[in-house]
Nanobody, 125 residues
Framework: VQLQASGGGLVQAGGSLRLSCVASGHSFSRAAMAWFRQAPGKERELVAVISRGSSAYYEDSVKGRFTISRDNAKRTVYLQMNGLKPEDTAVYHC????????????????????WGQGTQVTVSS
């Protein structure tokens, strides 16, 4: 299984981007999916998680601005990012946990077995 992330770019503060992450293989619906990000000089942090049952979790700093969603038919998870701030600048990675049960919302990066290559998001002030 591989994950291919896309949709990053350069945007002004207050703008929007939508990230996409497409999974290969046929077991996407069995995975909890997450977006993590890592800014230069900082540790990787969880941004959002969507469970197999489509329940969502958001890190406090993105609540109300970001929305995670999934389309199992397209094997794709999305991250809609509105109201972007300079502090959102980072490389964003999608990740998949194929061992999750229906209601799981894994927050530990060690739970995720498969990672995408990352897409750069840069927000200018």
């Amino acid at each position: 299984v591989q994950l291919q992330a896309s949709g990053g770019g350069l945007v002004q503060a207050g703008g929007s981007l939508r990230l996409s992450c497409v999974a290969s293989g046929h077991s996407f619906s069995r995975a909890a999916m997450a977006w993590f990000r890592q800014a230069p000089g900082k540790e990787r942090e969880l941004v959002a998680v969507i469970s197999r049952g489509s329940s969502a979790y958001y890190e406090d700093s993105v609540k109300g601005r970001f929305t995670i969603s999934r389309d199992n038919a397209k094997r794709t998870v999305y991250l809609q990012m509105n109201g972007l701030k300079p502090e959102d600048t980072a490389v964003y990675h999608c990740a998949a946990d194929y061992n999750a049960i229906l209601s799981d919302i894994p927050k530990d990066p060690d739970s995720y077995e498969v990672w995408g290559q990352g897409t750069q998001v840069t927000v200018s002030s």
